[in-house]
């Protein structure tokens, strides 16, 4: 079986009072939300690889699709939002899948 290390931290409302909560140590109230941090370099990576490639994929169908007469406006506009749901979703899956609670 792989490796189980998390690789993010995941908190929610209820682990605003927790020790370790990192709404507990700015004096901040959590107010509904959920955070997520990266808590390993295998989880930086993620994220940098994630930031890397949300820049880099519409810049590539709007500078040689659009750009050089490949793809029309309404193709390359369609091409965006489809990248941007599957990339989305897919680091969502990863978080997901490589996270932990706080004190689990």
Do not use: C, H, Q
């Not at 993010?8 to 509904?32: C, H, I, Q």
């Not at 989880?43 to 169908?61: D, E, H, K, S």
């Not at 193709?75 to 599957?86: D, G, K, L, N, S």
């Amino acid at each position: 079986m792989p490796d189980s290390k998390p690789w993010f931290l995941v908190m929610t409302v209820a682990d605003a009072n927790k020790p370790g909560s990192e709404w507990k140590r700015v004096g901040a109230a959590s107010y509904g939300k959920v955070s997520v941090r990266p808590i390993a370099p295998e989880g930086w990576l993620a994220l940098a690889v994630f930031i890397v490639i949300w820049m880099i994929v519409p810049l590539l169908i709007w500078g040689v699709g659009f750009g050089l007469g490949n793809l029309e406006a309404i193709p390359a506009v369609i091409a965006t939002i489809v990248f941007e749901i599957v990339a989305v979703g897919g680091f969502v899956l990863l978080v997901w899948a490589k996270s932990t609670r706080l004190g689990a």
